[in-house]
């Protein structure tokens, strides 16, 4: 079964201290890894897809990074509204698996 | 361009009864996903419909169903609610099956009591 792990749980950052989120996984078949940002009462937005290893994208602050078992985002220079949890997702045979997410909370 | 409907936004229901959720995707979209969402599970894949047929399901009792009009529109029920039933239910829509870029809903929350 696909598996996704997220680390850490959560993450408490000073406004404009640089931080990284991990994400782990095992899926038969990887067909996309996606980044998504969930705010408090929302649903998921899409962040990022990274198809294969080396491959990086970029927004605003935010950087995604894809190795063959691990990604990465990294948050260059915070700020408050950057607060949320992120999730991490892999897309395998037949569905999209999600990882528990990270909360991040960002303070001025 | 409207974003991904859900209805009700919240709802309180007791052991046993029945439940309906409503979702309406982004004009266009085609493939319809549902999730439930809990602090201790987190996103589980429920089921996804495309072209009004379920093409995959995730690992949840038989009293989660779901169907999709030809409109796009979806709607999952939940029958014989049980406490653990309590979630964030999550709809996502997207252009094409098996995508990995979702646009979701806002969710149902449902308290079973």
């Known amino acids: 079964e696909d598996q996704v792990t997220q680390s850490p749980e959560a993450l408490r950052l000073q406004e404009g201290e640089s931080s990284s989120l991990n994400c782990s996984y095992t899926?038969?078949?990887?067909?996309?890894l996606f980044w998504y940002r969930q705010d408090p009462g929302k649903g998921p937005e899409f962040l990022f897809t990274l198809y294969s290893a080396g491959e990086e994208k970029e927004k605003e602050r935010l950087k995604a990074t894809l190795t063959k078992k691990e990604s990465f985002l990294h948050i260059t220079a915070p700020k408050p509204e950057d607060s949320a949890t992120y999730l991490c997702?892999?897309?395998?045979?037949?569905?999209?698996?999600f990882g528990a997410g990270t909360t991040v909370t960002v303070r001025a | 361009k409207a974003g991904v409907t859900q209805t009700p936004r919240y709802l309180i229901k007791t052991r046993g009864q029945q439940v309906t959720l409503s979702c309406s995707p982004i004009?266009?979209?085609?493939?319809v996903s549902w999730y439930q969402q809990t602090p201790g599970q987190g996103l589980q894949f429920l089921f996804e419909y495309f072209s009004e047929t379920q093409r995959n399901k995730g690992n949840f009792p038989g009293r989660f169903s779901g169907r999709q009009f030809s409109n796009s529109r979806s709607e999952m029920n939940v029958s014989t609610l049980e406490l653990g039933d309590s979630a964030l239910y999550l709809c996502?829509?997207?252009?094409?099956?098996?995508?990995?870029?979702?646009?979701f809903g806002e969710g149902s929350r449902l308290t079973v009591l």
């Open positions: 899926v038969s078949g990887l067909r996309g």
């Open positions: 004009s266009g979209h085609r493939s």
């Open positions: 996502a829509s997207s252009p094409g099956l098996r995508a990995g870029e979702l646009f």
């Open positions: 997702a892999v897309r395998g045979d037949y569905k999209l698996s």
